[in-house]
DNA sequence: TTGAAAGCGGTACCAG
DNA sequence: CTGGTACCGCTTTCAA
């Protein structure tokens, strides 16, 4: 086939492949895909020759034909807490919605819900998966021993590990993803102070549970700069509302008996259907009040359109399964996978650089 | 080969292939073939007769060993203008990086450099384009009609187009990959009026060049956002500091004298050497001043670190450069691909949320 | 209008 | 320790 007769965008490609390796090193196909994948039963003097081979042809291995030919395709498990957040909704959408692209990727992506915070399971669920049958796991959840000691042994099965949002500091930090929570409650602090105009005043601080490590390292972020720059404004106490709407009526109402010149409110807790509730019945209280919260979610999007949210905390759910994705698969073809640059940023909103509403969103 | 054979994170597929669609329909492989390429030449029943097979069996196509079978690879080229801007850079030393990571994926990144703002070089690039060498392109400059056409030129003889940053309106929408910049403005000028405390004062905007078309965007989103929520702070007609570090200072200088209650600078270009050397001179007039600019670069993250910089409206150029990849080898393969999601978001940092530097920042 | 068969770039068995 | 060879899932001649 000459160049003119090719089809428009086909490009006949030149880059040598492991048969040009085997002419030139002298040897099969098979010695040179030992060396290739390091296998052992090569001679020193072979393995040279080989190695010579593939750096003078400048070869780079196509990861396509290898996995073809290797009959290989990721299963990737998500494991996500059971808990009706919008927020897991999201990740839960978006890992479906790249599901349907990477099917025909080699790539199968899997959720599985586990009941919240509830370490045992999460252990159980990890120790049940079987090398066979997953090639990688990504993992939602507290940073428990158990939890830690069943991702030390899928990891030792074989099974690619990635912990989402909550870091899971014990294991080997370049398999987390998410974003840095402390730094999300720093600008959580700067925005909040920046935009109250009020001389003084205090801040409000909501949290979903105080056992939720990403929460604490919001609160403990939102502290240090409130402290460090705004100390004309007090901060409060966190408060605690569970994902769990009456409750939390009672806990704001209380909260803002008890203090009269609340100006801001810090909500470091991706479940916001409380408090917008809350704002909404009081309006008159929700006035001028500086209102920070964490998660792009329908709701959420609603109230910072509206104007009940002046400001949202966020981590694009998109991003964070496409890393996921990206981390396990390099884990199992064992190629580097440069970590850092997978790291997600924490985004802020404002009504104006709202994203536009995806149908996945 | 018994399952507890395998290897570990090695799965035996189960998806059907072409050989059972044509066992199933009792068809050759070639059959198969023509009916999924929708090449001519099968009768309608047996193209019912395959089709049938296809979504009994929920048959999905293995995109890499199509392109394997046809020695297909994927030449990219990115045109980019030739300004010594940092943003440039950034976006260069990213299609750098990933170009090395997609080389064993048969996707060849390559950048061009064109003289900045010259609609001619590149028109004249773009048609100078092989289909047969190039299967796509990715192209940021201005809307001109010469631009324009060499586009759909280019897209005649089969080659992807993106369009970078600088939406081409008059190509098909689905290949602009960007921000939205009258919203950049508006978020721009959200944070502006937010962050003045005072109660009245003038904001200077500056502008690159006022041919820019997104500077100009930006430029009318701030205003419509000052105008309606911050009609206290007065805004200046636009400063035009080109790429040109004298000339600003000048220019900077005249605006200051001219003006005396400027307590916001908002600039709308990437360049921002010029801005942050008057800044750093005249410390006096920096203080207080509320300084917000575009772009995350060495210089300007550097700026809002020391304080100079207040807020930083940005795009993610990994983000950029992965998302035109992804929708040029969609237009490539003739797969459907959702626009929507790959909408680049408009990021704001302030110092707490900078991500952290990486080598290839 | 259809089918047989030879690859694409690798991998992995089995024999030597 | 090394080589021959049959695939992997799909595409593409070439012949019928």
Partial sequence: MKANELPGNVISGVKPTVNDIARLAGVSLATVDRVLNARPGVRKVTIQRVNKAIDELGYIRDTAAANLARKRFYQFVFLLPDSNSEFIDELETQIEAQAVTLANDRTHLLTRKLPAFDSQSIAFALDELQ???????????????????????????????????????????????????????????QLMGRFIKADRGSILVLTGSRLARDHLERRLGFDAVMREHFAQLSILPSVEIRDDQPLSD????????????????????????????FLKQRSEQAKGLVVIAHELTPLSRQALLTGSIDALISQDTGHIVRSAVRLMRATVDAVPHNALQERIRIEIFLKENLPPETPAD
């Fill in 131 to 189: 090398p066979e049958a997953t090639s990688g796991v990504a993992v939602i959840g507290p940073e428990t021993p158990a939890v830690r000691d069943a991702i030390s042994r899928a990891t030792e099965r074989g099974i690619a590990v990635a912990a989402l949002l909550s870091d899971l500091p014990s294991s080997p930090r370049d398999h987390f993803i998410g974003i840095d929570n402390t730094s999300a409650g720093q600008t959580a602090a």
């Fill in 250 to 277: 009672i806990v704001l109402a209380n909260a803002f008996s008890e203090t009269t010149d609340i100006c801001g409110i810090y909500s470091t807790t991706a479940s916001n259907a409380g408090l917008l509730e």
